[in-house]
């Protein structure tokens, strides 16, 4: 996706977009927070480099275009070499052109690329004397920088000491990984400090802190490593004769850390199509990696061509980097919702200024839980930072404490429920309904009648609000008491209507256990965990006797959740009594309850006749993931029923692509999923290949 420049109609905009930008820039180098992100960053800058082309005697010379970013500061140290800036290609076109220009300009193509993650924090140059590391520079305004060798010590991948005792300068990204980032803030809150708003502003204010009571880790990156004053000549004239890659590997043997440790290592590749292959590829991994990158950089790899190339005021020729989609941005948070779900919990939702991330318009964000709220230290009119990748939910990061005005207003919590003005359960991080699910009980009913719990035809949104509004229902058991004189005592219910929702219902009892299971909508148990749990326990009298070690023997339920689960289905036991008097199936269909185990074997759980679950399916032991819409006998599948079939043939069923996907199921339409499996080398299938597979299962799929 190519980000759009921004239009500038006049001088006077052009004016104010060099202002913005050199604003913007200089909080981004010395660790401030710029109202602007990335993205718009981008743009407006593109913006700027477009009028010049047009108006070249105009030119400021404060112009981002054509200086290296950043400002030097009296007392900087200067660097022997200047540190760049990379110049931006957005698109696979755009790189085209770009190593198309790169062959122009050396007079043949590039012999050989190197593709490496462009992490996201602060440059830095580290010199070390003689395999001793002495001083850690910023990079500046790029001829000068910052001393930071305060910090020496509290950067993870520099070691003070080298493998060997060269005098060398190795330069690299300095950031937090998420896990870092989390521990800063907490540390920092703990100090009383606002809350850093990204890694990137984390790792920028820490590295530039002197004095502070506590210290806080970053990790290092190197992608360089050059010779300086007092590098022995022999040595000087090998690293300027190496390609980068084998600097990478050279500053990895000296024992500095290296994208090679990482999920995304840097590669050499011989043309575009590799290049962007791999560019592909990082950008799949992006997800999930444990710091943060806002592109890629692709380098010429040999020296000699990098030499050839030479460099300008701002940028290497040589070198570009190739940017991702932006994932976050800033916006105001305008007000916060308190929203009643259908289990009882009470959710803040962030109701934000409409920002566009990735190519869609984001009003609200989810807030996770009044503790979240406390910990960020979130304000009503703050400018917060947005997160969106690929198809998750939106969420508020933190505060930009930098911008705010002081008018900022705190966030009041509810004293009482928002919905019924019950009592609030703040015992947990999650606060709830005292009333519990019977408080939303129409949200709570509308979901167990729903297609993928107990599929009860005509019960929909307006039915149940009928239903409850009569007085008739109370909780879900009271739907199968319905007599047909009282339905046919409702508005706009004639006899058919009746009819055909008396036999939904008595269809929906014999509904397998995992989807009962589902429509009680015990906390923390979707669609996929009511199903592990009902084909682990196969009966529900098995899952009610199951204390919380028992119920950790199911896959994906951990030490937390366990407890609360065993809590909830002895909150529920009156309502699974009455629905299993009322004739609702209580087990799963093919799953045999577990042996008991010496821990558990007078606890009542019969099942002596242990079985392995599905392990002998045609999917045994695969996850599988299905994307795009089915066709041919798959078509009337909903997504839900795709995944209880790929249970039911002894596989896992999952959502998201990664190296431990065994087979995606790609239908019409698949989008990026497909890629994702293409790039990793998974396995495809088609919806009729996947058909046939799995056929002996297949009726049992309604
Ligand atoms: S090479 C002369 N490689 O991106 C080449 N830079 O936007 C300049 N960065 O100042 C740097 N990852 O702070 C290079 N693998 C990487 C990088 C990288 C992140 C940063 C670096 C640089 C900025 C330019």
Redesign the pocket.
């Known amino acids: 996706m190519t980000t759009p420049a921004a239009v500038l109609v006049d001088a006077a905009a052009y004016a104010q977009a060099v202002e913005d930008a050199v604003k913007a820039s200089a909080a981004y180098y010395t660790g401030g927070t710029s109202v602007l992100d990335d993205d718009a960053y981008d743009r407006l800058v593109r913006g700027i480099a477009q009028w010049e082309t047009d108006h070249p005697d105009e030119v400021l010379p404060d112009s981002p275009t054509g200086k290296v970013a950043g400002g030097a500061v009296e007392g900087d140290v200067p660097h022997t070499v200047a540190?760049?800036?990379?110049d931006n290609v957005f698109s696979p076109e755009e790189f085209t052109a770009w190593t198309a220009s790169l062959a122009r300009r050396i007079g043949h193509e590039a012999e050989r690329f190197s593709v490496?993650?462009?992490?996201d924090?602060?440059?830095i140059a580290a010199r070390y004397t003689q395999g001793r590391l002495d001083r850690l520079i910023t990079?500046g305004d790029g001829t000068a920088g910052e001393d930071v060798s305060h910090a020496i010590g509290t950067v993870e991948g520099l070691p003070a000491e080298l493998a060997e005792p060269v005098t060398v300068e190795v330069r690299g990204?300095v950031l937090m990984t998420t896990a870092q980032f989390e521990h800063a803030n907490e540390v920092r809150t703990a100090h009383g400090g606002a809350p850093f708003a990204n890694p990137r502003n984390a790792a920028a204010g820490t590295l530039r802190a002197r004095d502070r009571a506590y210290t806080v880790p970053m990790t290092f990156f190197a992608?360089?490593l050059l010779p300086h004053a007092g590098t022995e000549p022999a040595l000087a004239a090998r690293l300027s004769g190496l390609a980068h890659s084998e600097l990478m590997a050279q500053a990895a043997a000296y024992g500095v850390n290296t994208?090679a440790s990482t999920a995304v290592p840097g590669v050499t590749a011989a043309g575009v199509e590799e290049v962007l292959a791999r560019v592909e590829e990082i950008a799949a991994l992006r997800p999930g990696l444990p710091f943060g990158i806002d592109g890629i950089?692709v380098?010429a790899d040999l020296a000699a061509d990098q030499q050839a190339a030479g460099s300008g005021s701002r940028?290497?020729r040589w070198?570009t980097?190739y940017k991702l989609r932006t994932v976050e941005k800033i916006t105001r948070l305008l007000a916060v919702e308190w929203n009643v779900g259908r289990t009882g919990v009470i959710a803040p939702r962030a109701v934000l200024e409409p920002v566009e991330i990735d190519g869609s318009t984001i009003t609200y964000a989810t807030l996770h839980n009044p503790a979240d709220i406390t910990r960020r230290d979130l304000r009503l009119g703050d400018h917060v930072m947005v997160h969106r990748a690929g198809d998750v939910i939106p969420r508020v990061e933190a505060p930009v404490a930098h911008l705010r005005t002081g008018e900022e207003q705190t966030i009041v919590f509810p004293e009482t429920c928002p919905r019924c003005g019950s009592a609030i359960d703040t015992g947990e991080q999650r606060w709830r309904c005292a009333n519990g699910r019977d408080c939303h009980l129409v949200a709570s009913l509308s979901y167990a009648a729903g297609r993928d719990q107990l599929d009860v035809e005509g019960l929909g949104h307006t039915r149940v609000v009928q239903l409850v509004e009569a007085g008739l229902v109370t909780d879900l058991a009271d739907l199968f008491a319905l007599t047909r004189d009282q339905l046919l005592g409702l508005e706009r219910m004639g006899e058919t209507s009746t009819d055909n929702l008396l036999a939904a219902l008595d269809t929906a009892k014999a509904q397998p256990l995992s989807r009962v299971l589902c429509a009680l909508g015990v906390r923390g148990t979707g669609r996929s965990m009511s199903r592990r749990i009902a084909r682990h326990f196969a009966t529900m009298d098995a899952i009610r006797a199951a204390d919380a070690e028992a119920m950790q023997r199911v896959e994906g339920i951990g030490t937390e959740k366990a407890p609360s689960i065993v809590a909830e289905l002895v909150e529920l036991a009156p309502l699974i009594d009455r629905l299993a008097a009322a004739g609702v199936n209580m087990t799963e269909p093919g799953a045999t309850p577990p042996a008991p185990t010496d821990a558990d074997a007078d606890s009542g759980v019969d099942g002596a006749t242990a079985a392995p679950e599905a392990a002998d399916g045609p999917l045994a032991g695969m996850t599988v993931v299905v994307t795009g819409a089915m066709t041919g006998p798959l078509e009337k599948l909903s997504r839900n029923q795709m995944n209880e079939l790929i249970e039911r043939a002894g596989g896992r069923s999952s959502s998201s692509v990664s190296k431990k996907t065994a087979l995606v199921v790609a239908g019409e339409s698949a989008g990026s999923k497909r890629t994702k499996a293409e790039t990793l080398g998974v396995r495809l299938a088609t919806p009729d290949e996947f058909a046939v597979l799995v056929a002996d299962y297949l009726d049992a799929t309604a």
């Open positions: 540190m760049l800036s990379l490496e993650p462009k992490l924090g602060l440059a990079r990204e992608y360089g994208t950089v380098k940028a290497p070198a980097a």
